[in-house]
């Protein structure tokens, strides 16, 4: 299970080795970058079979493609310099392929590093240089590999310190360290913290899979004694009612940990220092530890030098070995990337609104960790209770994250002067913080707050996406949605960062492509479907939440709008990027999911579940109002079919591809015959969402499908432009209209700032993006679920789409779809084949359109234009530019095809 990633090694670039007879020269245009295993940079623990390879190929040159590759793989950095792969030397491939290249050596071993690099022929079959060398080392790959236990405290603890002392010989080569601490776990090493990962490892339904995190700990050991220390907090894992605030209870038992060091000499021997009953153990000085009611800390109880060498532990007790939560540790290739900080929140404005209690904005709703120092007396206490939202009076308003029950920091001073805290488990979406200083005299001197900031924590997933325009609305709708987008990324995706803090499925795909345009989430998402097979039931439901932790009732259980990401998260990333090993992996669940909502079908209509759900009716917001929830639920029971038929086609299965062709197509049948209005042109009640579902799931007849498209215009201009759909519905919404060509209508419904929607809650004062349209302070002010325009703003605005014909951007669409007062766009969008750039710009009657195509693939162009003989490309007339080949003449656009690099077109 991955870890963490070694971001930088210093390797020099190897040479081309020698050529075959008959081979050509050096290709100087064309180079293999950007090297990944598994879709990360250097990754430590890798665990699947086989790891699978990716790079990409930069050209200076337009047209570029690869011909062939060869891929080498050794044991060693020195070995691969030399232009061997003792472990695999691929050969000659001849392919265009650069991504998903399944190893194919000798077998790996656990936590093996292994070298490679990889060299290209291009389409001229000159051969490049090689790569720079990159790595990947291996993690646990069965259970058998683990030669260490699960200990615990003999008696429970709040949270919990562990450590062991052990001895490291001169001439270390290499160390590294597999660990999983549960809950939540902070390792460290002779005193220093271990990376930069926090709230590790990642959440998981702990009885069928564990997580555990890899590192490379060479540079943190010594010859001699050394020291190494687990801190052990509650998390997902161990969930109390307390009097505090918390969503649910539950719990998969003590905490507990499991560590295995493994310490590589230059002389060939190993040792490996595991868990077990000789390690010691001790209470925490975090006294309260609860991933929804906050976290306590007493700097008094603090051992001072406790995961140091020499540290007197007689008192400790001794670990008790104990049995594993259950779940699996090994081969599961499935773990996200880790959290991390990302920046820091200062404080813009204070304000005392009673004697030793201020109020802090930091200026923005944001997923943070605090950053406290403090000085004062010994036993002094500093309370910080956050908050989204402020009464009029200045006081905390907290209706949008509790019900009642309280949340917060608490840091109890040892009075050493100066201290500083950062807390350990437990972040929180917040804007503003309240903070009581409390003397520990009764008349005390209270403590002083000599700083407070907010560490902003994300997954370390690289941002993917740019986006800007010419309209600062639509600007600053992006920045808000990207602020409520990056509060939720953590190793689950999350609906908000702190009432619930659960993974809600049907954002998962509802939002899939806006999440995608704008961060690299192949490895959430991976997560993200482990989490969903570890919660599937025995007769086929998806629970609407994954990992599955409170057991919920009704639609908020059994909803398909939202048990459906099950099918269509692998789909999407098929979608974006060429992947079918989810489709693959998966295929059989989802499989028995669909046959789950066949159970509970009649007569092809399925009628349960939550529907269109915070849609905008005439009562307070939640289960779907205007839509009839039998056709949301029915929809996707065909949409989720219809992908097992494609899926079942790219897996060679025809007859199972023939059999839910058939399937979908009564299905069809069944939901047109139910709730098609032939006279009316339209759907059910006619609600934006009920006639925008059909047409992109194609459940549309094509007869129909005008009438159907001028029927939600209708309806959003009766309702004086405004948006009635709801969380299921708006996205459908979106590509209804855009793939219909009524971009102007997306533009009129969300470049305004009167009637709810993103405008409007901007208008309202929020700084991320709210759960209801209307920025209801009873609801979540920092919830990404509405945010589904950023598929709209990359997509049909700045015009980067997929080409469904060549999934992974191996063929892009250039399709923008200038709109409103919009007179110029950028976007940038980072695919698995390379960056992908577009700016366009309306100026007097010229349309410009800049492009970046990245090497290895093809565009297909949507230039606006009706007479071709008036565009140029560079200043040459299109018809005469060589490699650029004019396919066809559409109603208001010329049609191009293009190959990789830069271009700048001009049309009237």
Known sequence: MKHNFI?????????????????????????????????????????????????????????????????????????????????????????????????????????????????????????????????????????????????????????????????????????????????????????????????????????????????????????????????????????????????????????????????????????????????????????????????????????????????????????????????????????????????????????????????????????????????????????????????????????????????????????????????????????????????????????????????????????????????????????????????NLVSVITDCPHRERLGWLEQYHLNGPSLRYEFDLAQLFTKGMNDMADSQLADGLVPDIAPEYPVFGWGFRDSPEWGSAFVIVPWQQYEFTGDTELLRRYYDGMKKYVAYLGTKSKNQIVSHGLGDWYDIGPKPPGPSQLTPTALTATAFYFYDTWILAQTAALLGKKDEAEKFTTQANDIRAAFNKKFLNATKGSYATGSQTANAIPLVMNLCEPTNRACVLNAIVADVRAHGNAITAGDVGYRYLLRALAEGGRSDVIFDMNNQSEKPGYGYQLKKGATSLTEAWDANPSSSQNHFMLGQIMEWFYGDLGGIAIDPANPGFKNILIHPQPTGDVTWAKCAYNSIHGRIAVEWKKADSKFSLKLEIPAGTTATVYLPTTDINTATEGGRAIRKVSDIKILRQEASCTVLEIGSGNYEFVSE
Not at 60 to 87: F, H, N, P
Not at 295 to 312: H, T, V, Y
Not at 473 to 483: E, G
């Open 7 to 487: 971001w930088a090694l210093t390797f020099f670039l190897g040479f081309a080795g020698p050529l075959a007879a008959g081979q050509s020269k050096v290709s100087p245009v064309i180079m293999p970058m950007e090297l990944r295993c598994d879709y990360a940079v250097n990754p430590l623990g890798v665990d699947s079979s086989p790891p699978r390879l990716f790079w990409q190929l930069s050209s200076s040159e337009r047209g570029q493609l690869q011909a062939a590759y060869q891929i080498l793989v050794a044991s060693t950095a020195e070995i691969l310099a030399k232009e061997k792969g003792d472990l695999w030397d691929s050969g000659r491939v001849k392919s265009d392929e650069t991504i998903h290249i399944a190893y194919a050596g000798k077998s790996l071993k656990s936590s093996q590093q292994v070298f490679w690099k990889v060299r290209v022929w291009d389409k001229s079959k000159k051969v490049s240089a090689w790569s720079e060398p990159a790595t990947w080392t291996m993690g646990i790959l069965s259970e058998a590999d683990w030669r260490a236990k699960w200990i615990a405290s003999p008696t429970n603890c709040e949270t919990l310190l562990l450590r062991h002392e052990f001895m490291v010989k001169h001439g270390l080569r290499r160390a590294l360290v597999h660990v999983c601490g549960l809950g939540q776990f902070e390792l460290t090493l002779n005193g220093s913290k271990v990376g930069e990962d926090l709230i590790a490892p990642g959440w998981s339904k702990y009885n069928q899979t564990c997580l555990y995190d890899t590192h490379d700990i060479t540079s943190q050991l010594q010859p001699g004694q050394n020291a190494v220390g687990l801190f052990l907090g509650n998390g997902m894992y161990n969930v109390k009612e307390t009097g505090r605030y918390t969503k649910f209870a539950n719990s998969f038992g003590p905490l507990k940990a499991i560590a295995q060091l493994r310490l590589e000499y230059a002389d060939g021997t190993t040792d490996i220092i595991g868990t077990d009953e000789h390690w010691r153990v001790a209470p925490g000085p975090i006294t309260f530890s609860s991933i929804y009611g906050g976290e306590d800390f007493d700097a008094r109880l603090n051992p001072d030098g406790w995961d140091k060498p020499g540290f007197d532990a007689a008192a400790w007790s001794a670990a008790q070995v104990v049995e594993g939560p259950g779940g699996k540790l090994a081969g599961l290739s499935c773990a996200a990337p880790p959290l991390r900080a990302f920046e820091i929140l200062q404080p813009v404005k204070t304000n005392s609104i009673r004697t030793n209690t201020t109020i802090y904005d930091l200026g923005q709703n944001a997923a943070i960790m605090l950053r406290l120092q403090i000085s004062g007396n010994r036993g002094d206490v500093v309370r910080i209770t956050p908050s989204e939202l402020l009464k009029k009076d200045g006081s905390l308003d907290q209706r949008s994250t509790m019900d009642g029950r309280p949340i917060y920091w608490q840091y109890t001073l040892a009075g050493d002067g100066v201290e500083n805290w950062v807390p350990k488990f437990f972040y929180q979406g917040c804007r503003y913080l309240q903070v009581e200083c409390i003397p520990a005299e009764r008349d005390g001197k209270p403590p002083t707050v000599e700083s407070l900031e907010g560490d902003v924590i994300r997954t370390a997933s690289a941002a993917a996406g740019e986006f800007e325009c010419s309209n600062d609305l639509f600007n600053r709708i992006h920045t808000l949605i990207r602020w409520a987008q990056r509060a």
